[in-house]
């Protein structure tokens, strides 16, 4: 069974707390509240857990063409995401510290180039102790 990330999770059999690692790939920008999205991923780890995760940082127009055809893009009810449900990584630092994550720990572009740069392809965060 597939994890709906924005519902109660042990309404889905998940176990809070006990998750050493989390990897999400192109996945989490797609909720509509990405602060409840990050609470409930904070959930699933136990203290000093790590969430990897992978997600476009940077729109690029191609992406919009190919994407925005699909009723999924456009589910973010944030005003900051009201034209692209990507984020830069001052927001994502900033949900982050919010929703009970030490923040961006490490950060490795998809290039090299700045101009061609539109993924971090590795966020790695660590739980802080409750």
């Not at 999770?9 to 176990?15: D, H």
């Not at 984020?87 to 030490?102: A, E, Y």
Request: net charge negative; hydrophobic share 40%; charged share 20%.
């Amino acid at each position: 069974m597939p994890l709906g990330i924005e519902n109660d999770l042990l309404q889905q059999g998940m176990e809070v707390n006990s998750y050493d690692l989390v990897i999400a790939a192109q996945v989490l920008h797609a909720t509509k509240d990405l602060h409840a999205t990050m609470r409930n991923v904070w959930r699933l780890l136990k203290p000093g857990g790590r969430l990897l995760m992978v997600e476009t940082t940077k729109d690029w127009s191609a992406q919009h063409l190919i994407f925005g055809t699909l009723p999924g893009w456009w589910l973010s009810e944030e005003p900051e995401r009201a034209m692209s449900p990507n984020m830069p990584l001052d927001m994502w630092q900033r949900i982050l510290k919010t929703t009970g994550f030490s923040g961006l720990d490490i950060n490795v572009w998809d290039c090299q180039d700045q101009d061609h740069q539109t993924s971090s392809v590795k966020l790695q965060l660590e739980v802080e102790a409750s």
